[in-house]
């Protein structure tokens, strides 16, 4: 039974390096493996697939270490296999791409509490299946696992509204592409300020949120009038109302000469 | 003197143009009873001259490459002045050429313009409408985007149907099994080169045949509607105290050439996406196949026929059958009356093809 199992494992890393090296995609053997394993062995990668990280390519290796591309060793610590991080390193190790986030953890009340077990990154975004930076993340029930949800709501109500202008010129952005025009510029500028606006949630500090909403706010009103590429409808009507003319022109002069 | 006379005399001293003038224009004369009807090869002549004029500045910034093509494609509808609207131009000129194209063979259909003598008028005309079908399947591919990527694959696919080549001709379009970076470069060539160039000389030939025959006479307001050509000997059919061509038909022209530009340009500005929907904005993926793929509406009939027909090769020779009936009218159809009215089986049974040409469109396009 068990020469079955690694030979199905065998076999499944196989193809999966074949499948992958035919696509021109980097291996990931942690994937493949995980996926055939049993029980928790392979609930991470379930929780993983529906994951912001799985959407944008962030693999098992980037928390954990190790070697992806190779299996055997693919879990050696000499390849930089960390395993499971411990929770006081978790902001840390997050904090190496989300660098701009670290800064408002770190200075705020959740940070000051990292030594004596306060919450970290995987308390709100979860740990394998991780969720983007929302205000949908702030509510009564993650909150009040630790404290009063009174503080929690003073943010969450600060940043709805500008929240509600970064998805509408989401919404904004999907019609333009649809149209032809180039949002890649605009898409850039918002990425941006998105980041800003989610890398502030983190600092908990109500009177900062507040005072720099305004300014993303403003940056926002900026950005909604990007777009368009459209020539207006008054060009159109005069065009069409140019060609009528001319054929009401011709006409007349046609009907003078019969 | 002013300048441009004196040119015009000097040009004219060694070449008789002003004979050549009068004798072509003023002097040409048309059918009294002439119609309206007869002005859409004129509004034919200035959409194509349209079409290549947009295309060679679409060209000046388009790059047929599978990485650049829908890039460059955005560059010109972002970045380019005027951009945009040269490429609305191209893209609903296309469109609306088939649609003037079957126009003009209807009119000429109903009129029975294209009986004996000018059987090669309407052959020519016939084949020049399969190559603006061509020129805009060809082009429509360019872009490279979701819709034209998809549309050209089913449109390709309806050829592998062909018994024994069928799959050899969708290879050799393709220039492989599937719709890929060799289809774009023979579409490209297609596109640019051999079918202009094709299409140019064939409308060559179209109006030679037309200057050699003379026009033929509407039937309408007229006792004797027959055929006044009797399988004779080469005539010319004049018109003695008809209208001249110039300046009074030119007129008749502009109106039609003007009142066809005033619905393109609304559809250019006010209904630009009913010729480039949403999925002709998203760049090609080979990988994802949008929900409901669909050729361009011209050949929607043609799809739904195949798909209509528990074969496909039965709905293929029903088609091709369709297509040869249609190419070869005027040496099937050798009676002599040209009025709609008083040949009213031949009438009925036009409309009813067109009915159910229009009604396969509808349905392939809901389907």
Same mark, same amino acid.
């Given at each position: 039974?068990?020469?079955?199992?690694?030979?199905?494992?065998?076999?499944?890393?196989?193809?999966?390096?074949?499948?992958?090296?035919? !696509?021109?995609?980097?291996?990931?053997? %942690?994937?493949?493996?995980?996926?055939?394993?049993?029980?928790?062995?392979?609930?991470?990668?379930?929780?993983?697939?529906?994951?912001?990280?799985?959407?944008?390519?962030?693999?098992?290796? !980037?928390?954990?270490?190790?070697?992806?591309?190779?299996?055997?060793? !693919?879990?050696?610590?000499?390849?930089?296999?960390?395993?499971?991080?411990?929770?006081?390193?978790?902001?840390?190790?997050?904090?190496?791409?989300?660098?701009?986030?670290?800064?408002?953890?770190?200075?705020?009340?959740?940070?000051?509490?990292?030594?004596?077990?306060?919450?970290?990154?995987?308390?709100?975004?979860?740990?394998?299946?991780?969720?983007?930076?929302?205000?949908?993340?702030?509510?009564?029930?993650?909150?009040?696992? %630790?404290?009063?949800?009174?503080?929690?709501?003073?943010?969450?109500?600060?940043?709805?509204?500008?929240?509600?202008?970064?998805?509408?010129?989401?919404?904004?952005?999907?019609?333009?592409?649809?149209?032809?025009?180039?949002?890649?510029?605009?898409?850039?500028?918002?990425?941006?300020?998105?980041?800003?606006?989610?890398?502030?949630?983190?600092?908990?500090?109500?009177?900062?949120?507040?005072?720099?909403?305004?300014?993303?706010?403003?940056?926002?009103?900026?950005?909604?009038?990007?777009?368009?590429?459209?020539?207006?409808?008054?060009?159109?009507?005069?065009?069409?109302?140019?060609?009528?003319?001319?054929?009401?022109?011709?006409?007349?002069?046609?009907?003078?000469?019969? | 003197?002013?300048?441009?006379?004196?040119?015009?005399?000097?040009?004219?001293?060694?070449?008789?143009?002003?004979?050549?003038?009068?004798?072509?224009?003023?002097?040409?004369?048309?059918?009294?009873?002439?119609?309206?009807?007869?002005?859409?090869?004129?509004?034919?002549?200035?959409?194509?001259?349209?079409?290549?004029?947009? =295309?060679?500045?679409?060209?000046?910034?388009?790059?047929?490459?599978?990485?650049?093509?829908?890039?460059?494609?955005?560059?010109?509808?972002?970045?380019?002045?005027?951009?945009?609207?040269?490429?609305?131009?191209?893209?609903?000129?296309?469109?609306?050429?088939?649609?003037?194209?079957?126009?003009?063979?209807?009119?000429?259909?109903?009129?029975?313009?294209?009986?004996?003598?000018?059987?090669?008028?309407?052959?020519?005309?016939?084949?020049?409408?399969?190559?603006?079908?061509?020129?805009?399947?060809?082009?429509?591919?360019?872009?490279?985007?979701?819709?034209?990527?998809?549309?050209?694959?089913?449109?390709? @696919?309806?050829?592998?149907?062909?018994?024994?080549?069928?799959?050899?001709?969708?290879?050799?379009?393709?220039?492989?099994?599937?719709?890929?970076?060799?289809?774009?470069?023979?579409?490209?060539?297609?596109?640019?080169?051999?079918?202009?160039? =094709?299409?140019?000389?064939?409308? =060559?030939?179209?109006?030679?045949?037309?200057?050699?025959?003379?026009?033929?006479?509407?039937?309408?307001?007229?006792?004797?509607?027959?055929?006044?050509?009797?399988?004779?000997?080469?005539?010319?059919? @004049?018109?003695?105290?008809?209208?001249?061509?110039?300046?009074?038909?030119?007129?008749?022209?502009?109106?039609?050439?003007?009142?066809?530009?005033?619905?393109?340009?609304?559809?250019?500005?006010?209904?630009?996406?009913?010729?480039?929907?949403?999925?002709?904005?998203?760049?090609?993926?080979?990988?994802?196949?949008?929900?409901?793929?669909?050729?361009?509406?011209?050949?929607?009939?043609?799809?739904?026929?195949?798909?209509?027909?528990?074969?496909?090769?039965?709905?293929?020779?029903?088609?091709?059958?369709?297509?040869?009936?249609?190419?070869?009218?005027?040496?099937? @159809?050798?009676?002599?009356?040209?009025?709609?009215?008083?040949?009213?089986?031949?009438?009925?049974?036009?409309?009813?093809?067109?009915?159910?040409?229009?009604?396969?469109?509808?349905?392939?396009?809901?389907?």
């Amino acid at each position: 039974m068990r020469g079955w199992t690694i030979s199905l494992l065998l076999a499944v890393m196989m193809l999966s390096q074949v499948q992958a090296d035919a !696509a021109g995609v980097a291996v990931v053997n %942690c994937i493949s493996c995980h996926t055939v394993l049993s029980g928790r062995l392979s609930t991470p990668v379930k929780l993983w697939n529906s994951s912001i990280h799985a959407e944008h390519g962030i693999t098992c290796n !980037a928390c954990h270490g190790g070697d992806p591309a190779d299996s055997a060793n !693919a879990m050696s610590p000499a390849r930089g296999f960390r395993g499971k991080p411990a929770a006081p390193a978790v902001p840390a190790l997050c904090g190496g791409c989300h660098m701009g986030v670290l800064k408002h953890y770190n200075e705020s009340a959740h940070g000051r509490a990292l030594t004596v077990g306060g919450p970290t990154c995987i308390t709100c975004h979860g740990s394998h299946g991780v969720v983007s930076a929302s205000i949908e993340l702030i509510n009564r029930k993650n909150c009040s696992k %630790c404290h009063s949800y009174t503080k929690a709501r003073k943010i969450k109500n600060a940043m709805l509204k500008t929240e509600g202008m970064l998805k509408a010129i989401d919404k904004k952005i999907a019609v333009l592409k649809v149209q032809g025009v180039d949002t890649d510029k605009l898409e850039k500028r918002l990425f941006a300020l998105r980041n800003r606006f989610h890398a502030m949630y983190h600092s908990l500090d109500v009177k900062l949120i507040v005072q720099e909403s305004d300014h993303i706010q403003a940056e926002l009103k900026k950005t909604s009038g990007i777009g368009g590429g459209g020539t207006g409808p008054l060009v159109g009507m005069l065009a069409v109302a140019w060609a009528l003319l001319a054929a009401l022109l011709f006409y007349l002069i046609k009907k003078n000469l019969d | 003197m002013m300048l441009h006379k004196k040119l015009y005399n000097w040009i004219d001293d060694r070449l008789g143009m002003h004979e050549i003038i009068n004798e072509k224009r003023s002097g040409y004369l048309l059918p009294p009873n002439v119609n309206a009807w007869y002005s859409l090869g004129s509004v034919l002549l200035v959409i194509f001259a349209l079409q290549v004029t947009t =295309g060679l500045l679409l060209m000046l910034y388009y790059v047929p490459d599978v990485d650049k093509a829908f890039s460059s494609v955005a560059f010109i509808m972002n970045d380019i002045p005027l951009g945009r609207l040269v490429r609305l131009f191209h893209a609903v000129g296309s469109s609306l050429m088939i649609v003037v194209l079957v126009l003009h063979m209807l009119s000429i259909l109903f009129m029975g313009s294209y009986k004996s003598p000018r059987e090669m008028h309407w052959l020519t005309g016939f084949i020049l409408l399969l190559m603006a079908m061509g020129i805009s399947l060809t082009g429509y591919l360019l872009p490279w985007n979701q819709l034209s990527f998809w549309a050209t694959t089913v449109a390709t @696919d309806g050829i592998g149907t062909i018994p024994v080549v069928g799959p050899y001709l969708v290879e050799l379009l393709r220039g492989g099994k599937m719709v890929g970076f060799k289809t774009l470069g023979r579409f490209y060539t297609l596109h640019v080169g051999l079918l202009p160039a =094709g299409i140019t000389i064939l409308i =060559g030939v179209h109006l030679f045949l037309i200057q050699r025959t003379g026009v033929s006479t509407p039937p309408f307001g007229l006792e004797d509607t027959s055929n006044p050509w009797k399988e004779e000997k080469f005539k010319y059919e @004049d018109h003695p105290g008809g209208i001249p061509f110039f300046p009074n038909f030119f007129l008749q022209d502009l109106i039609s050439i003007s009142l066809y530009l005033a619905c393109f340009l609304a559809l250019v500005f006010f209904a630009p996406n009913l010729f480039l929907p949403a999925t002709a904005n998203l760049p090609a993926n080979p990988y994802v196949t949008p929900a409901h793929i669909k050729p361009e509406w011209y050949f929607l009939a043609n799809y739904q026929t195949l798909k209509l027909f528990p074969s496909e090769i039965i709905g293929l020779i029903v088609q091709v059958l369709a297509i040869a009936f249609v190419a070869l009218l005027p040496f099937i @159809d050798r009676g002599a009356e040209k009025h709609p009215l008083k040949r009213p089986f031949f009438t009925i049974t036009a409309l009813g093809c067109i009915l159910l040409w229009i009604g396969m469109t509808v349905w392939g396009y809901y389907s």
